[in-house]
């Protein structure tokens, strides 16, 4: 690939931003308030975007921009079913307890509702999580850098993915150390509006280049152009799941159980100014998530579009390049003796396809942008769970708040280190997306179900969430371990103890694992529940629905109301779905 | 928080779109857009993010 000065200028420009925002924010950094949590002073529309922006690493950019491709339109239920009636419910009824709560973040919240043993838990497993994903982002990173060949000429081939790396890192970790939770949140808003400006102008040209929408379902077969085409059963749509594995495992416990509990996103509503801000975060975060497809999904589609290199056999590719065995050096062919389609490098080579130099720099800089965040993100939740939730609980409790800081600014350093291991051992699937899926749906899963009977039934105590939560994750495994998708072998993908169910997709297999694993810690908890002994009520205002007093909301005019803002989400995402539907 | 996040957003967006459009005007009728459908992308999108960094940056210091 060739890039101009211009190019590189543009990328300049940005990271000096990056790096900017860091050192001004520095001398606002005074107590470990102000660096895990914001100071808890920012305006809702400011975490809004950064709620989005913190996921919008790796898994979204280049995994939706991936399944745009190989699955179609079909792709957007991750966002309509798969994230923004989660996003719309714990805006309207969990953010008044995480918020309310003053719980310094989702395991502590776990703490006082329940005991220090499910907190602790949470706080681990997530801990291990968020170094995992910060460290596929960084992985992905180089690895498309190294692909691309962006600095080809410029450091030894052998070089470029460690280059990449030690770049990424010590960027994520400079601005970080620097300016906190706030610098994180303010990049996240930068980058998101860079995303926009980069990946707009690419969805314009290559919408005029296809024929526009119409022209694209000219070309691609129905069921890529139709999200709910043949839903009723998995061998008839582009997924392979049907519709309740879809619903209720995508839909319910995936997504509820991601953007309902994971500190990653939580900590963003967490840093807004006030309880009504808080509330409103997750919400306003959803109105540009639902038109996100046309982002980040549409660019796939036009890619397989692009019918000039279409010839041959098999299912569209259009411009996509076939996936080359990085130690041969030929292309990968299947078991039809088709070669395999490197459905990652759909974003990557529309970009190459479509914009010439000086655009380019500004489109391969929303795509650095978007891994950097991912990173940081999980970076900034990763130091806060550390520092409060180990550190200050089972490490050293009663020291000063001037220790936890420089504590918070030592975890950010070897959160990153960790991720960099984390990165050097990042396995080999083909869709980074499914491999998150896998990791989501054996720790994520069950836990939404702790959190929605801990909020909603005062009943419930901390012995039942805790052996809920290990057995729903033993749930998990035993499904994992005794199912297959039709097409894998057995081992990583499941089957590993006996194959007593073949599902048609590992999609399917994932949703399913989901399932279980949610209904297994829904059923533990309640039932334990029954035989143990409550916390008194008086112990648990604040933390659950029925005995916390609703705040009115007669202040607030009625655009800002969280009900106004969640209809109106709700009715336009209806619109979407019967549009393409 | 100290730091209007508007501030360095409206900059960011100012600068990118000074540097493209410059590039475009300076690109005028080149053979590099052939690529971008004979669309002077980096001209038209210069401007858009020109236009928008411009108007964050007047909202910001209104106040």
Redesign the interface.
């Known amino acids: 690939m060739h890039l101009s000065w211009?190019d590189w200028?543009?990328m300049l420009?940005?990271f000096v931003?990056v790096l900017?925002?860091g050192f001004?924010?520095k001398?606002?950094m005074r107590t470990s308030n102000d660096f895990f949590l914001?100071?808890r002073?920012?305006p809702a529309w400011?975490c809004g975007l950064a709620f989005i922006s913190a996921n919008l690493g790796a898994q979204e950019v280049i995994g939706m921009g991936a399944s745009g491709a190989k699955y179609g339109i079909i792709t957007s239920h991750f966002y309509w079913i798969g994230a923004i009636p989660a996003m719309l419910f714990v805006g309207l009824f969990m953010m008044p307890f995480y918020y309310g709560s003053k719980a310094r973040s989702v395991p502590e919240y776990l703490r006082m509702r329940y005991d220090e043993k499910t907190r602790a838990v949470n706080a681990f497993s997530f801990a291990i999580m968020t170094v995992f994903s910060s460290g596929i982002s960084m992985y992905a990173m180089a690895l498309l850098i190294q692909t691309l060949g962006l600095l080809h000429g410029i450091v030894p081939e052998a070089w470029i993915f460690h280059v990449s790396v030690v770049i990424s890192a010590v960027i994520v970790l400079g601005y970080i150390f620097l300016g906190g939770l706030?610098s994180a949140i303010?990049n996240e808003?930068?980058q998101f509006?860079?995303i926009v400006?980069g990946f707009l102008?690419l969805v314009w040209?290559g919408l005029?280049?296809v024929g526009g929408w119409e022209g694209i379902k000219r070309t691609l077969p129905a069921e890529m152009t139709h999200s709910w085409h043949g839903i009723a059963h998995a061998n008839t749509n582009t997924l392979g799941v049907e519709v309740v594995g879809l619903v209720m495992g995508l839909g319910f416990v995936l997504s509820f159980g991601y953007w309902c509990t994971d500190f990653l996103v939580i900590q963003r509503a967490m840093a807004a100014e006030s309880y009504d801000s808080a509330r409103r975060v997750p919400i306003i975060a959803a109105i540009p998530k639902m038109f996100f497809p046309f982002l980040v999904i549409l660019p796939g589609l036009i890619a397989v579009s692009v019918t000039a290199h279409a010839m041959g056999g098999g299912s569209p590719h259009g411009i996509i390049p076939a996936k080359i065995d990085p130690l041969s050096g030929h292309a990968v062919l299947g078991t039809d003796g088709q070669p395999v389609w490197n459905y990652d490098l759909a974003i990557p080579v529309m970009l190459l396809?479509?914009?010439?130099?000086?655009?380019l720099g500004?489109g391969l800089t929303a795509l650095l942008a978007s891994f950097m965040s991912g990173m940081a993100g999980n970076v900034t939740a990763f130091n806060t769970v550390w520092t409060y939730d180990i550190y200050q609980s089972y490490i050293k409790k009663n020291a000063s708040d001037a220790h936890y800081l420089w504590m918070g600014r030592v975890a950010t350093v070897g959160g990153v280190l960790l991720s960099i291991a984390a990165a050097y051992a990042a396995t080999s699937f083909n869709n980074i997306m499914d491999a998150l899926q896998l990791v989501f749906s054996m720790v994520n899963a069950p836990l939404f179900a702790t959190f929605l009977l801990g909020m909603f039934w005062k009943r419930t105590t901390g012995h039942a969430a805790f052996t809920g939560l290990i057995s729903g994750t033993a749930a998990a495994m035993l499904h994992h371990g005794l199912t297959l998708p039709s097409d894998a072998v057995t081992g990583l993908h499941g089957g590993w103890i006996h194959v007593v169910h073949i599902y048609p997709s590992d999609m399917a297999q994932n949703f399913w694992t989901a399932i279980f694993a949610f209904g297994v810690n829904f059923i533990v908890t309640i039932v334990v529940s029954l035989v143990t002994k409550p916390k008194p009520e008086s112990e648990l205002i604040g933390l659950v629905y029925s005995l916390t007093p609703k705040v009115p909301e007669l202040h607030l005019p009625w655009w800002k109301k969280p009900w106004t803002l969640a209809v109106g989400v709700g009715i336009v995402v209806a619109i979407l779905n019967f549009v393409f539907a | 928080m100290g730091l209007d996040i508007r501030l360095p957003l409206g900059y960011v967006f100012v600068i990118l779109g000074v540097i493209l459009t410059a590039y475009g005007a300076a690109t005028w009728n080149s053979a590099i857009y052939a690529i971008s459908m004979g669309i002077n992308i980096n001209l038209v999108w210069g401007l858009t993010m020109l236009l928008a960094g411009g108007v964050t940056l007047i909202v910001a210091k209104r106040k």
């Open positions: 211009v200028l543009i420009v940005y931003f900017g925002i001004a924010l001398r606002y914001a100071g002073a920012l400011v706030t303010y808003v930068l509006f860079l400006a102008p040209i005029r280049n396809h479509f914009f010439p130099t000086g655009i500004l």
